[in-house]
């Protein structure tokens, strides 16, 4: 959905975000997305390191995920760099940064003093490790948690080796898992008035996706599989390969599911055989049940297998490229991909707004803005005369977007 947003549930709500990368702007573009004004600080002249992941010159990351933001681009090691942050965080409900542990006090912005001027703050502090324990001080990428959190060690092949996801996965989780925990913390404001401090590591919301794999060590003393896309919980499920080169994937996590899936692959005698009657049975002949439906798979192209496996209720569907998603009935459809006027692109395509609620629905209304684009408007707010910021400015301080080039994304 794109226009305005008035009457949006966050609206009102003022975040100061200093972050960098992924994690953060995940989080506050959520937020924004509902309402929120989102103002970034940012260093003049370069701005935050996602603009500078550009294809074919354009800044797509910056686009989509600090979309809806304002952008106020002041030098933070300059006292009155600083002073200015310090004025916009007393005025904001909450602030969002990732530096590594420990800096915010260097800088002179430590919460406890921070929240004593603004009770009712809420500090967010996104690191790899955490505020605390033997690693705190230690810089924690995504692609090193998503390594150390165990779920490198079970993604891909037995015989290869461990395989880390193709995107910043560690940091969209945590990303989304901080705006969910922005929202408890405001409730919680809500009731006493008062904030707090979030202690949000990348480690954490990427170990629980594993759930019980602790557990299941201590009762089997052995390490989860490498199994490329079986399973050790559920058959059959796998990608298959198509007789046109394509491929699906099929997931039978229940009982009546497989029925399925052997019916239509004519094996009905699958459902009876004591090696796949049950799903702990297919578990232990995994080998032979992936078998018997991938030489199904094998058979007929891709589409033909899916509208087969579609009109029997089995829940199966094409591995999609970007190039499948871009323009699919269930997309447009849907409205997964929303339209935004932009400087680079005529139409910029990005990720609709998740989730959908009925009656206050989220709004995208800009992508991410040029570096420093709303600084003059945020410190005019702020009540700063014009004198003022149009010294700031001289003095490189404070930049805005006549200044720059090469930053309009």
């Known amino acids: 959905?794109?226009?305005?947003?008035?009457?949006?549930?966050?609206?009102?709500?003022?975040?100061?975000?200093?972050?960098?990368?992924?994690?953060?702007?995940?989080?506050?573009?959520?937020?924004?997305?509902?309402?929120?004004?989102?103002?970034?600080?940012?260093?003049?002249?370069?701005?935050?390191?996602?603009?500078?992941?550009?294809?074919?010159?354009?800044?797509?990351?910056?686009?989509?995920?600090?979309?809806?933001?304002?952008?106020?681009?002041?030098?933070?090691?300059?006292?009155?760099g600083l002073a200015v942050a310090r004025e916009l965080i007393a005025s904001a409900d909450v602030l969002v940064e990732n530096f590594r542990p420990g800096t915010l006090e260097k800088m002179g912005l430590a919460p406890d003093d921070l929240l004593a001027s603004n009770p009712g703050l809420i500090v967010v502090r996104i690191s790899g490790w955490g505020q605390t324990g033997t690693w705190r001080g230690r810089p924690g990428f995504g692609s090193l948690i998503e390594a150390m959190s165990g779920f490198a060690m079970m993604n891909g092949f037995e015989d290869r080796p461990p395989?880390?996801?193709?995107?910043?996965?560690?940091?969209?989780?945590?990303?989304?898992?901080?705006?969910?925990?922005?929202?408890?913390?405001?409730?919680?404001?809500?009731?006493?008035?008062?904030?707090?401090?979030?202690?949000?590591?990348?480690?954490?919301?990427?170990?629980?996706?594993?759930?019980?794999?602790?557990?299941n060590h201590r009762l089997t003393g052995r390490e989860p599989r490498r199994m490329g896309s079986l399973s050790e919980l559920s058959a059959?499920?796998?990608?298959?390969?198509?007789?046109?080169?394509?491929f699906v994937a099929l997931s039978a996590s229940t009982q009546a599911m497989a029925e399925r899936v052997f019916r239509v692959i004519?094996?009905?005698?699958?459902?009876?055989?004591?090696?796949?009657?049950?799903?702990?049975d297919r578990i232990d002949h995994l080998e032979e049940c992936d078998a018997a439906v991938a030489d199904f798979m094998r058979s007929l192209p891709r589409d033909e297998l899916v509208e087969l496996f579609t009109k029997a209720e089995v829940t199966v569907g094409i591995v999609a490229g970007v190039a499948d998603l871009d323009g699919h009935p269930y997309i447009t459809s849907r409205e997964v991909i929303v339209e935004t006027p932009d400087s680079d692109m005529a139409s910029f395509p990005m990720h609709a707004i998740t989730p959908r609620l009925s009656r206050t629905p989220g709004v995208i209304k800009t992508p991410g803005p040029a570096l420093g684009a709303h600084s003059v408007a945020i410190l005019a707010a702020l009540g700063f005369s014009r004198d003022r910021i149009d010294d700031l400015v001289a003095r490189s301080i404070v930049e805005e977007p006549t200044q720059l080039t090469g930053t309009t994304a």
């Open 1 to 80: 959905m794109t226009g305005q947003n008035a009457g949006a549930p966050l609206e009102g709500l003022r975040v100061i975000d200093m972050s960098r990368l992924v994690a953060g702007n995940v989080l506050t573009h959520v937020l924004a997305d509902f309402g929120a004004e989102v103002i970034k600080i940012e260093k003049p002249g370069l701005g935050d390191d996602l603009r500078a992941w550009r294809v074919e010159g354009v800044s797509t990351f910056w686009k989509a995920y600090c979309r809806n933001k304002q952008s106020l681009a002041v030098d933070m090691r300059s006292a009155e």
């Open 236 to 246: 059959p499920r796998n990608i298959y390969e198509t007789a046109d080169g394509g």
């Open 163 to 215: 395989v880390l996801p193709p995107l910043a996965l560690a940091d969209m989780i945590a990303g989304q898992s901080g705006a969910a925990a922005t929202l408890m913390a405001l409730r919680a404001r809500d009731r006493d008035g008062s904030g707090q401090v979030i202690d949000l590591s990348l480690f954490e919301p990427m170990f629980a996706c594993l759930g019980p794999q602790i557990a």
């Open 266 to 280: 004519g094996r009905p005698d699958m459902i009876t055989d004591p090696r796949f009657s049950t799903n702990s």
